[in-house]
């Protein structure tokens, strides 16, 4: 098992920034990737970013290339998502996740509300 907790959402203006954190506990000794996805109000959940726990592989859906920076601290067992020229349309329930090297995302955080006002 893995425990995730995220923190870091919140209100911002169109433009600003935020930076997202995601610290996993339990078996992270296991994990092979961590991602960020997000869900908007009547919309199916999204990919983000992910990136692999030891080789640093990222990637970013293209809505955020440019914008977003994901990374990572193996020591804190944490994962970071830093969100610049944030848009309205960044507002979201946003999730980090945990993959074990099989064919899904096996963990869960509870998630964070981002909320970009135009």
């Known amino acids: 098992q893995v425990q995730l907790v995220e923190s870091g959402g919140g209100l911002v203006q169109a433009g600003g920034s935020l930076r997202l954190s995601c610290a996993a506990s339990?078996?992270?000794?296991?994990?092979?990737?961590m991602g960020w996805f997000r869900q908007a109000p009547g919309k199916e959940r999204e990919f983000v970013a992910s990136?692999?726990?030891?080789?640093?592989?990222?990637s970013y859906a293209d809505s955020v290339k440019g914008r977003f920076t994901i990374s990572r601290d193996n020591a804190k067992n944490t994962v970071y998502l830093q969100m610049n020229s944030l848009k309205s349309e960044d507002t979201a329930v946003y999730y980090c996740?945990?993959?074990?090297?099989?064919?899904?995302?096996?963990?869960w955080g509870q998630g964070t509300q981002v909320t970009v006002s135009s």
């Open positions: 339990g078996r992270t000794f296991s994990i092979y990737a």
């Open positions: 996740a945990v993959h074990m090297g099989g064919n899904r995302y096996d963990y």
């Open positions: 990136i692999t726990w030891t080789m640093s592989r990222i």
